[in-house]
């Protein structure tokens, strides 16, 4: 089912209403998609924070109420103010629910992989998300993969990924999305320990002075 976001039409053009809207705690904004003519709306930034709430976050199927329409929409693009980070501008791509689209979706590893841990290795996620393509019913809000039964010499790959029925991934089946990284540090305490004893037993120059006979530079 998809969440209800209510939007307002009739806005200003211009950087400096922008501004204005998102002092206002309202996000300019705009529709496209689909052979409709773009639509140039705001939104408000609780109600965005709202509806993107959900496990789903940005991938949320939407149902935009623009005017006296609703439009299925996926937010396309995010825009936020590179000191401050709030969303500065918003663009929603209006969809089919029965057509493929095409969406990044999350990666999050699930597991313990005990033969690795006992090796002092650390398996590590090489993408942060694997790009798919399903109806929006089927888009999933996460990627979980197993590790519990990895080793150190092994690796996951987008061809081995299993998601969900009626969801494809999207990239080369052979791009390496999970791995295991070597953590353990080759310990170099005997060869400092010899080079000490060395130092130490060496013969002292034949020409240099007793330490007592030393004296004090000015």
Do not use: W
């Amino acid at each position: 089912m998809a969440t209800i976001l209510q939007t307002k039409i009739g806005r200003k053009i211009g950087s400096a209403e922008s501004r204005r809207l998102v002092a206002t705690d309202h996000i300019p904004g705009v529709i496209y998609g689909h052979g409709m003519v773009p639509v140039k709306i705001t939104v408000e930034r609780r109600d965005l924070r709202v509806a993107l709430a959900g496990p789903a976050g940005v991938n949320t199927i939407l149902e935009l109420q623009v005017g006296d329409t609703k439009y299925p929409a996926i937010v396309k693009e995010l825009q936020r103010d590179p000191v401050k980070r709030v969303v500065r501008h918003i663009d929603f791509m209006q969809i089919s629910l029965t057509e493929l689209i095409t969406m990044d979706i999350p990666v999050h590893l699930t597991g313990t992989a005990k033969a690795v841990l006992s090796e002092g290795g650390l398996v590590d996620a090489t993408v942060n998300t694997i790009q798919v393509r399903a109806t929006a019913s089927n888009i999933p809000n996460e990627i979980l993969i197993d590790v519990t039964a990895m080793g150190m010499q092994d690796v996951i790959r987008l061809s081995d990924v299993v998601l969900p029925n009626g969801v494809s991934a999207v990239g080369d089946p052979d791009l390496v999305v999970v791995t295991v990284l070597e953590t353990k540090i080759e310990e170099a305490a005997p060869v400092v320990a010899a080079a000490a004893e060395d130092a130490a037993t060496a013969t002292p120059d034949a020409g240099a002075a007793p330490a007592g006979d030393a004296k004090p530079t000015a």
